[in-house]
Nanobody
Framework: QVHVAESGGGLVTAGGSLRLSCAVS????????MGWFRQAPGKEREFVTA????????YYKDSVKGRFTISRDNAKNTVYLEMNNLKPEDTAVYYC?????????????????WGQGTQVTVSS
């Protein structure tokens, strides 16, 4: 059974940076597709970014392109989300998720395992 756990959230002022980590257990990260999603109060959970199992392909929400970077450290079995130039509209709970098959990496319902989430708050 694969489990994922996020860490690294916090409070930052606009223009600042944060790095989120997603530790994977019960499986090897290089065999899994991994995604980051976020959910703001009163809104649906939305896709942010994803990386394929082989790490060759990444996907990004348009509004985070050029600011956010997803990466993976196979040795640490961890996926990262580097967030730069943060904006107040990036404020949300950020979730890490794992998937076992290829498909639509932007689709929430195609991910099998989810973490508990980590809060990111960006003040103006």
């Amino acid at each position: 059974q694969v489990h994922v756990a996020e860490s690294g959230g916090g409070l930052v002022t606009a223009g600042g940076s944060l790095r989120l980590s997603c530790a994977v257990s019960g499986g090897t990260v290089r065999s899994l597709g991994m995604g980051w999603f976020r959910q703001a109060p009163g809104k649906e959970r939305e896709f942010v970014t994803a990386i394929t199992g082989d790490g060759d392909i990444t996907y990004y929400k348009d509004s985070v392109k050029g600011r956010f970077t997803i990466s993976r450290d196979n040795a640490k079995n961890t996926v990262y989300l580097e967030m730069n130039n943060l904006k107040p509209e990036d404020t949300a709970v950020y979730y890490c998720a794992a998937r076992y098959y290829s498909g639509n990496y932007r689709a929430v319902n195609e991910y099998a395992t989810w973490g508990q989430g980590t809060q990111v708050t960006v003040s103006s």
